[in-house]
Antibody, heavy 119, light 113 residues
Framework: ELQLVESGGGLVKPGGSLRLSCAASGFTFNSYSMNWVRQAPGKGLEWVSSISSGNSYIYYADSVKGRFTISRDNAKNSLYLQMNSLRAEDTAVYYC????????????WGRGTLVTVSS | DIVMTQSPDSLAVSLGERATINCKSSQSVLYSSNNNNYLAWYQQKPGQPPKLLIYWASTRESGVPDRFSGSGSGTDFTLTISGLQAEDVAVYYCQQYFDTPWTFGHGTKVEIK
């Protein structure tokens, strides 16, 4: 069964750091691009970052550029998001999501991990 | 950035009736070289992650009931639920994947009248 399981969320003070992880199973992880998408409480969806299957292409939303770093370890079937200089507006549920072959949207999502930035 | 505008913000439909959600992009998401519209629709129920319903504007994801259909091209798109069921109560989002940043509409909440 295909699974994406996020971890690493929690409460952090403004200016702090967190590293999110996403453990993938049930599919050939190194064949797929992956995304991070977030959802602030009671709000809509916001794409955060993408990484191609072989790490060649990496993209960020302007709102996180220079503060967040996406990475992956294909040997460990894992996706990561290093988040630095966190702000209150980064408070959200962070989802990892698989990108369909041919980049046609996100066909599988994890259940998300909550990041709360507050003093 | 490509701005995605959904309408209405919410709608209430009787069981068995049709629900129609519109999505407009600020620029075309039709890629002329392959004639594909880079537009997806998602369903999100409370406390759950989004679920992909439609991609390429009109291709139904495997396992999605055929009462869900997508149409449109260029900048104007529609998600239709033909024969609303109680389990269809959710928020629906459109998303363009034509260019980064991938952007979502703000969502349309569908309820039972």
């Amino acid at each position: 069964e295909l699974q994406l399981v996020e971890s690493g969320g929690g409460l952090v003070k403004p200016g702090g750091s967190l590293r999110l992880s996403c453990a993938a199973s049930g599919f050939t992880f190194n064949s797929y691009s992956m995304n991070w998408v977030r959802q602030a409480p009671g709000k809509g969806l916001e794409w955060v970052s993408s990484i191609s299957s072989g790490n060649s292409y990496i993209y960020y939303a302007d709102s996180v550029k220079g503060r967040f770093t996406i990475s992956r370890d294909n040997a460990k079937n894992s996706l990561y998001l290093q988040m630095n200089s966190l702000r209150a507006e980064d408070t959200a549920v962070y989802y990892c999501a698989r990108v369909q072959i041919a980049a046609a949207g996100n066909d599988h999502w994890g259940r998300g991990t909550l990041v709360t930035v507050s003093s | 950035d490509i701005v995605m505008t959904q309408s209405p913000d919410s709608l209430a439909v009787s069981l068995g009736e049709r629900a129609t959600i519109n999505c407009k992009s600020s620029q075309s998401v039709l890629y002329s070289s392959n004639n594909n519209n880079y537009l997806a629709w998602y369903q999100q129920k409370p406390g759950q992650p989004p679920k992909l319903l439609i991609y390429w504007a009109s291709t139904r994801e495997s396992g999605v009931p055929d009462r869900f259909s997508g149409s449109g091209s260029g900048t104007d798109f529609t998600l239709t639920i033909s024969g609303l069921q109680a389990e269809d109560v959710a928020v629906y989002y459109c998303q363009q994947y034509f260019d980064t940043p991938w952007t979502f509409g703000h969502g349309t909440k569908v309820e039972i009248k």
